[in-house]
């Protein structure tokens, strides 16, 4: 009986020693202020980037370029298949082509003489349903 009861105090002993152990406050990383890249910002419905800002369409996800490159984004409608490309450069239409889409490419120069590309692909069928959110955004763009 003795040997029972003293073999059930260690199981909790070791639970409580392990749940216990989940409480002790991770170690943050020493780089996690070294984070590459301008800061992006994406409030409300507008995106906000070192270089341009842009409105979000309704509904729309927001992916965010590579830190180290030239500021971009890239904004999906709820098809998932529609796409508005925002990248600061001049980018060729056969560098940015979505296989099986119809894609246009427009370049917009800043007040401060940058160059931005427009990019917008979708498919065929729903090209008219998304064609006026993309000129909406493009016409948003301004520099910061």
């Not at 980037?49 to 409105?55: L, P, R």
């Not at 904004?75 to 056969?94: Q, W, Y």
Request: net charge negative; charged share 20%; with cysteine.
């Amino acid at each position: 009986m003795k040997n029972s009861s003293t073999a059930r105090q260690r199981v909790w002993i070791i639970l409580l020693l392990w749940m216990l152990a989940g409480c002790i406050p991770a170690h943050v990383p020493d780089n996690l202020d070294d984070t590459p890249g301008p800061p992006v910002i994406v409030k409300d419905d507008v995106y906000e980037g070192a270089t341009f800002s842009a409105k979000i369409p309704a509904d729309w996800r927001v992916i965010t370029g590579e830190a180290r490159a030239p500021q971009s984004v890239i904004f999906v409608a709820p098809d998932d298949k529609t796409l508005i490309r925002l990248m600061v450069g001049s980018i060729e239409v056969g560098d940015v082509s979505v296989e099986n889409q119809r894609n246009e490419i427009y370049p917009i120069t800043l007040a401060d003489n940058t160059i931005l590309t427009a990019v917008f692909s979708s498919p065929y069928s729903t090209w008219a349903k998304y064609w006026a959110t993309f000129e909406q955004v493009r016409d948003s763009v301004n520099s910061r």
